[in-house]
């Protein structure tokens, strides 16, 4: 505990992304199950950012971690459309109702 | 005595990983949204304090000021008028627990098992370096990002709108 180094960011990344999951894996929400995809990137942003800032040279985590941004924006736009939507025809977000659609 | 930069990752990471429990574990979805906004702002001191300057105030801007914004957004937009509170009830956790934790643990014993080349950390502005890499080795995921920037900008409005009603054709 005397120095911060790379272990310290990789274990906070590690268990934000271990939180995503359980997110991911236990909620109704179409909404919730979006903020836990969130979490996911935002650990795997954080673990690239580590690995940038501790090995001699490489911006190259830096930059991942920023198309990661700009990826995880493109994509809470559309995945929030598509509730919308489904807010719209069905007037439920639950996920486990959901199985309509299929047929 | 620790050193305040030490302290001050400490607090950060207490920030971030408590309000991302928050996320996980509340069963108001309002208040796991506004969690959210305390776990993406503890990555923001935490890419500050890694010395990524500029990913931190992007991550503030873009993340905190607009991917937050839309989830709360979604979140009072699909919730019924008539719930007292809006509830966000999960689903099998008993499955999804020691997943989680078993997940949670190979990452950390990995993390902190390894012993990793590393180098001097250098804290040195990362502006003009990342403009440089964007503009010479990352050209093409550049460019290729903005495309997928302006699909997701038409396909988002294509999703969301209303279906437009043609007025009657006078006779």
Known sequence: ?103 | MPSPATIVFYALAALTIGCAALVAFSRNILYSALALLGTLSGVAGLYLHLGADFLGVTQLLIYVGGILVLVLFAVLLTTRIGDVQASNRSLGWSAALPLALALGAALVALAVRIDWPLTEVVAAPTTARLGDAFLREYLLPFELASLVLLMALVGAMVLARRAVKEPPRPQ
């Open chain 1, 1 to 103: 505990m005397s120095q911060v180094g790379l272990p310290h960011y990789l274990v906070v990344s590690a268990v934000l992304f271990a939180l995503g999951i359980y997110t991911v894996s236990t909620r109704r929400s179409a909404v919730a199950i979006l903020m836990g995809v969130e979490l996911c990137l935002n650990a795997a942003a954080l673990n690239f950012a580590a690995f940038a800032q501790h090995v001699h040279g490489a911006i190259a985590g830096q930059v991942m971690a920023l198309f990661i941004v700009v990826l995880a924006a493109a994509e809470a736009a559309i995945a929030l459309a598509i509730v919308l939507s489904l807010w719209r025809s069905h007037r439920t977000v639950d996920v486990t109702q959901t199985a309509s659609l299929r047929d």
